[in-house]
């Protein structure tokens, strides 16, 4: 088939449509693809749901013309239709071959009425085009009565209340609508010109969904360069790490890719989408060019309410403005995650910790806090806080106690707050270990100097080292440590105690 005809083939199987069908999406198929399509009820090209479908008139009016041009245009069979003899002309009003003898008739009895056969040796010199568009000039409207079907009585006018052509005759016996009569030619040269505005702004529209989808691409392309910069920087700090911080670099790659799986899936099913509503507009488009070009006024008035009903469908599809460029993703989330995981490793401050979390905030037994809340302190009793500084030195812990801080009398804090990390000290010898023993005995024993030892105190001063045995082989060799105390005395008998007898400790240890 000719280029300029390939419209009129199947859109699925592009072979030439027998007894074409238009669907409501505006695609036309023949009708072996549509009792082969599957799943049933789906246009096979652009997957819309069908709600129905019917004769494309223009496409078989111009397959059928195509046909007979193609037929003149070999010279193969061309007989009269009625008798039967060797063709001569062709009369595209009639749609007939015809013979020298049946011409001459032809001429003598419907030359007045315009009638003008060629010679086939003319029709054959001309093309396709120019072929179909002589068929499209001698097209004649009828009236609709079924009574004139054999009278060819010519419409000349519409009833918009019927949605019918009629003849002045019909026109003038039915008086009810009368107000509803317009000039046919009237009526058809509205439909061509609603049809061409729809057209205009589905065009419009579909620059908006042409634009978004070229954003899209881009998108997509920059989320690449994104995700393959983050992947060299989470590559360059896993090399940092020690060997037992590789796995977690590997979980963040994957993370990565996750997210960039997820987010080309969301555009490729966006593009997909665009794909198929740009499409339904280039269709509707060629159909409306189409029709606008070779439909008859017959044919405009029977597919003009179809077709509109579908381009007002395609008009209501939506599409994101040009200028609404969508935010591309930069992994901010996992550069965090590499970023607190690295600083953890190397043994600096995790910067991705909250703001508002302290750095060392003590562990909470829930058996304490429910003693707490059970027996809180007596209204306007302060708890001081008492900070003991242990200095390592050849001789031992020399400690250093600080002045105590006066705290509002509605905060109850009986428990020793100490840092876990910073309370285990591992010596090489036993000399340490023994000092570090007598330390916490002592410490004990002066505690319970100042007020009796209750279950519920001692419950309270029980310092738990379960994180300890975990920490950084630095944290043993630290040179200083600090232990902070709080009593329920308002004295600072305590204090001056417990630094007199750690003081000891240290001169002279055991």
């Given at each position: ?412 804090e009986k428990s020793i707050q100490a840092s876990p990390k910073l309370l285990k000290h591992e010596a090489h010898d036993s000399q340490e270990g023994e000092t570090s023993a007598g330390l916490t005995q002592d410490t004990t024993t002066c505690i319970s100097c100042s007020h009796e030892m209750t279950p ?55």
């Amino acid at each position: 088939m000719e280029e300029e005809f390939q419209f009129l083939l199947c859109e699925k199987c592009k072979k030439e449509a027998q007894n074409p069908k238009l669907l409501s999406c505006l695609h036309t198929l023949c009708s072996e693809c549509i009792e082969e399509n599957k799943p049933i009820g789906r246009c096979p090209v652009c997957t819309v749901v069908v709600r129905q479908s019917q004769d494309n008139l223009l496409f078989t009016q111009l397959q059928a013309s195509l046909n007979t041009y193609r037929k003149i245009a070999t010279g193969k069979e061309l007989l009269c239709l009625r008798c039967k003899m060797a063709a001569e002309f062709w009369c595209s009003e009639c749609k007939e071959l015809l013979c020298m003898k049946c011409y001459e008739a032809h001429q003598w009895y419907l030359k007045q009425k315009s009638h003008e056969a060629q010679k086939l040796e003319d029709v054959k010199m001309d093309s396709a085009t120019k072929f179909l568009a002589g068929m499209r000039k001698f097209c004649t409207l009828f009236c609709s009565n079924v009574s004139h079907s054999n009278q060819g009585q010519i419409a000349n006018i519409y009833c918009r209340q019927c949605c019918k052509p009629l003849c002045c005759s019909c026109a003038v016996l039915d008086n009810e609508h009368c107000k509803f009569y317009c000039d046919i030619n009237v009526e058809i040269q509205q439909r061509k010109a609603e049809l061409r505005r729809m057209n205009e702004d589905l065009q419009e529209k579909k620059n908006c969904y042409e634009q978004t989808y070229g954003d899209l691409q881009q998108q997509a392309k920059e989320m690449e360069k994104v995700r393959n910069k983050t992947q060299e920087q989470i590559r360059e700090k896993v090399e940092e790490m020690v060997q037992w911080i590789r796995q977690k670099g590997e979980q963040l790659q994957e993370e990565v890719d996750k997210q960039m799986q997820k987010e080309c899936e969301d555009i490729e099913a966006k593009l997909r989408e665009m794909e198929r509503v740009v499409n339904r507009m280039k269709t509707s488009k060629q159909l409306v060019e189409k029709m606008s070009d070779f439909a008859s006024d017959q044919e405009v008035i029977d597919m003009h309410p179809f077709i509109k009903e579908s381009l007002e469908e395609l008009k209501k599809e939506k599409v994101s403005l040009p200028g609404q460029r969508v935010q591309i993703r930069n992994f901010a989330e996992i550069k965090n995650k590499l970023q607190a995981l690295c600083d953890k490793v190397m043994g600096q401050k995790d910067l991705a910790a909250p703001n508002n979390v302290p750095p060392s905030a003590p562990a909470i037994n829930s058996a304490v806090l429910h003693n707490e809340i059970s027996h809180p302190n007596p209204p306007g009793k302060q708890t001081p806080l008492y900070t003991i500084n242990l200095a390592k030195s050849l001789h031992g812990f020399t400690p250093s106690i600080t002045t105590p801080r006066k705290r509002p009398p509605n905060q109850c804090e009986k428990s020793i707050q100490a840092s876990p990390k910073l309370l285990k000290h591992e010596a090489h010898d036993s000399q340490e270990g023994e000092t570090s023993a007598g330390l916490t005995q002592d410490t004990t024993t002066c505690i319970s100097c100042s007020h009796e030892m209750t279950p519920e105190k001692n419950q309270r001063i029980t310092i738990s080292s379960a994180d300890v045995d975990h920490s950084p082989p630095e944290i043993y060799e630290s040179e200083v440590g600090s232990i902070v105390i709080s009593s329920s005395e308002d004295t600072d008998v305590d204090t001056v105690l417990l630094a007199s007898r750690m003081e000891e400790h240290s001169t002279h240890p055991h």
